[in-house]
């Protein structure tokens, strides 16, 4: 038997004055309180702050400009990074890990084995190790033996970049390069831009071979695979972890020709306002090896959930099999349901509405939400937006690549589309109300068992989408939602408004 070829780091770990390598998760929270400040909360989670940046910062991700990808790469979406200065940044983290002690975990993304990536993160927080340990797929004993990296993730969230010196934008850097198979994290600890890294890689890779990439929770019910996509804050992860259906991921998925398959193996909630009654599968998840990100701790280690003092953006990170009735492994069949989630700020969407394949191309390629507070550094207030795909931040392929996929699947599966409003209802942010959690859920189950099929339906005068006029267990009132706001006028002038803003967007498609 030939032995497995030597795999060159991009980093030298005789650099560093201990490495450990693939440790379990009881030795990493003890690194994590011993050595990373980390405490356990009342719960049995470990509880980290992520430093200066508590969410995303797009702004400084960059893609390396190189032969092999250069042509494929949607440039208008990407910042790009010259390999001379991806290589400075390499050796500056190379210099950066003299005398430190460092992590490795090795990781699989997708749980699809025709299909998945081995990644292997070199990191210097034990808290980082453990979170994406927990968050992507964990080799067998046997596996992780012979395991051989394609690609490798170094993050060194506390090396700051110097925009001067190192050419970058700020003094946090995330850089991928696809030629070398490698990404670079520096200045910044927020831990989910290491799986975002992993999500952008396996954007660039799978439609090139025919399978779409999608940012979307999955989950089965008696009727079969459904599908939710959606921004962060706009409910995936919720709706998704339904006790009366069971889990297949909550973020990140493939569509191949067999069913889909999950890109990860674990979950990274939001659990602002979180509470056992709304959410009880997340909150049971919420144990001895989840990871609790920049939640504030009360009396006795218990965690306040409703304290936004540090950031909108609290987290939980944790294996999908913490979920009851997670799917092992994470596939499924094709989807029967598809579920675009919109958290309308403006308050003018319906909550619930049936698309033709058309208007499912349309809202797809528009990927309308608001940004909720807290995922990205800055944002304060919910803010208007319009994310292609519904996951722009993580698309390395011009906006086609994956639209036509959907729309391939959807003629090919028969697959119902539906779009639905988690955002406001009665008026905008700051007027009207969120939608209640529990009239999302019941419409949602309504659709998927097949409820709504048989209902009448109208025709939205201002989106021309098909509302249904009546739904088990939700007010009818609150199903057109001119009816829900007290001024009339008010709401046309803001449908007309947003109408206008979903026009103008699209016209860099056609």
Request: hydrophobic share 40%; net charge negative; charged share 25%.
């Amino acid at each position: 038997m030939t032995s497995p070829t030597k795999i060159q780091q991009p980093i030298d770990l005789d650099r560093a004055a201990k490495v450990h390598r693939n440790i379990s998760v009881e030795e990493l929270i003890e690194h994590g309180l011993s050595v990373d400040g980390d405490v356990l909360a009342s719960n049995g989670a470990m509880v980290a702050r992520t430093g200066k940046y508590t969410g995303r910062t797009p702004k400084d991700k960059h893609i390396v400009r190189e032969p092999g990808s250069e042509a494929n790469i949607w440039w208008d979406n990407n910042n790009p990074m010259e390999p001379d200065v991806f290589a400075a940044l390499r050796d500056k983290m190379g210099e950066y890990i003299d005398g430190k002690t460092l992590y490795v975990i090795d990781t699989y993304g997708g749980a699809d084995p025709d299909h998945r990536i081995a990644v292997r993160f070199i990191v210097e927080r034990p808290y980082h190790a453990l979170f994406i340990k927990q968050l992507l797929i964990r080799p067998s004993a046997s596996e992780l033996a012979n395991f051989q990296p394609e690609w490798t993730v170094v993050d060194m969230g506390r090396m700051k970049t110097d925009p001067e010196v190192d050419h970058v934008r700020g003094d946090a850097t995330i850089a991928l390069n696809f030629a070398e198979k490698q990404v670079m994290i520096a200045g910044t600890e927020y831990a989910g831009e290491m799986k975002k890294s992993v999500f952008t890689i396996m954007n660039y890779l799978l439609p090139l071979k025919g399978v779409m990439s999608m940012h979307c929770s999955a989950n089965i019910g008696k009727e079969g695979t459904a599908l939710f996509f959606g921004l962060s804050g706009t409910g995936k992860t919720t709706l998704s972890a339904d006790p009366e259906r069971e889990l297949i991921g909550d973020d990140e998925h493939g569509w191949t020709d067999n069913g889909v398959f999950n890109i990860e193996g674990g979950c990274y909630a939001k659990c602002i306002n979180l509470s056992e009654s709304g959410e009880p599968q997340i909150w049971n998840a919420i144990k001895r090896g989840a990871v609790l990100e920049n939640v504030v701790l009360g009396a006795d280690n218990v965690v306040d959930y409703s304290d936004c003092s540090l950031t909108e953006n609290t987290r939980a990170a944790y294996p999908i099999e913490y979920i009851d009735g997670a799917v092992i492994p994470s596939v499924g069949g094709h989807p029967k349901n598809i579920v675009f989630l919109t958290c309308d700020a403006l308050g003018v969407l319906p909550p619930i509405s049936r698309l033709t394949k058309e208007q499912a191309m349309y809202y797809f390629l528009s990927g309308y939400t608001a940004k909720v507070a807290g995922t990205e550094a800055g944002v304060k207030d919910p803010t208007v937006t319009f994310s292609t795909c519904f996951g722009a931040p993580f698309l390395p392929l011009r906006p086609r690549a994956y639209a036509d996929l959907l729309g391939k699947k959807i003629d090919k599966h028969g697959s119902k589309v539906w779009l639905i409003n988690t955002g406001w209802t009665g008026g905008p942010f700051g007027v009207g109300s969120r939608m209640k959690l529990a009239y999302t859920r019941a419409m949602i189950h309504a659709a998927f068992a097949g409820a709504l099929d048989n209902e009448e339906f109208a025709i939205d005068p201002v989106f021309g989408l098909n509302i249904p006029t009546s739904c088990p267990s939700v007010p009818s009132e609150i199903l057109a939602p001119r009816n829900t706001w007290p001024d009339k006028d008010a709401y046309d002038h803001k449908a007309t408004e947003l109408r206008t803003m979903f026009e103008e967007n699209f016209k860099k498609f056609q």
